[in-house]
């Protein structure tokens, strides 16, 4: 449970991430509206991914989330933006992280 629930929230901070530099790319970056449909498929993918999370609640998952976008998106200004996140990114992105991990797997009664 807890692996497929890991492989549903990177799938999605991915998609979430792609679909959205697809509009980044093309009103902030001069790119072809053409990377617009791709963007929106990823987006659709994200939403999909999302839902496949096991949780009782959605907003939980949505939270947690939170915390693996962060770092996700950060881990992707380095790897596709090719900027290397400082000590504040880092620091942010633990702190986040942190946080989605106390969401998910915080003891709670049955």
Not at 29 to 35: M, V
Not at 63 to 92: C, F, K, N, Q
């Amino acid at each position: 449970m807890m692996y497929s629930s890991a492989f549903f929230y990177i799938a999605a901070a991915i998609a979430e991430i792609a679909g959205c530099f697809a509009f980044w790319a093309w009103l902030k970056l001069d790119k072809s509206i053409f990377w617009v449909a791709p963007g929106m498929l990823s987006l659709a993918a994200f939403a999909y991914f999302l839902t496949r999370i096991d949780a009782a609640y959605a907003g939980r998952a949505y939270a947690a989330y939170g915390g693996v976008y962060i770092l996700s998106s950060l881990m992707w200004m380095w790897a596709i933006e090719g900027h290397r996140p400082d000590r504040w990114d880092v620091t942010g992105g633990l702190i986040a992280i942190t946080g989605a991990a106390i969401i998910l797997w915080a003891p709670r009664p049955a």
